[in-house]
């Protein structure tokens, strides 16, 4: 059985032996494929000769690796959508610490409560850095917001009489 949020290991719904079983029989195909045309247009050769085995052993190697490489993608594509629809859906998240409840459990209990950092790097790849925007920066720095400011006009005053930049 297939983790929650998590797509079936092939992503359609078929199981993975299914796709085997189909896989193995594509194979087996193209590998007799050259010995099936010759045997339609020329019937003089016979089915065994050597360069259709030769042939045959080669386009199945060939297809046996593009066959895999391709169920390989489809299976990280099944989950990467997985992924994208369950953070797609609703989250229930505090309305004053920014916690989100992430379905374990009870909500009245703390346990089952978590940062939105660790909530998302755990079911993603992404990685949070931390910053301030600057209405938060107004908000509760005041005076650094102000010396910010200073400090990019007058660069930008210094920049425009050393000519580095144009008047508007």
């Known amino acids: 059985m297939s983790e929650p949020g998590r797509a079936n290991v092939t992503g ?22 050259n010995a099936l045309v010759d045997a339609v247009f020329h019937p003089e050769i016979p089915y065994f000769d050597s360069e259709h085995i030769i042939v045959g052993i080669t386009t199945a190697l060939v297809s046996a690796v593009l066959f895999g490489a391709l169920l390989m993608y489809i299976r990280n594509l099944s989950n990467a959508l997985a992924t994208i629809r369950s953070l797609e859906a609703f989250l229930s998240i505090c309305s004053h610490c920014k916690k989100i409840h992430n379905g374990d459990g009870d909500p009245g209990e703390l346990t089952s409560w978590q940062p939105i950092e660790a909530y998302v790097t755990e079911r993603t790849r992404t990685q949070f850095s931390h910053g301030i925007c600057p209405e938060c920066l107004h908000q509760l720095f005041p005076d650094t917001a102000r010396r910010l400011r200073k400090e990019s006009l007058g660069s930008a005053e210094d920049s425009l009489r050393r000519g580095g930049g144009s008047k508007p």
Do not use: D, R, T
Not at 12 to 33: D, E, K, R
């Open 12 to 33: 359609g719904g078929m199981s993975l032996s299914i796709h085997l079983v189909f896989w193995a029989l594509i194979v087996l195909f193209m590998a007799n494929l």
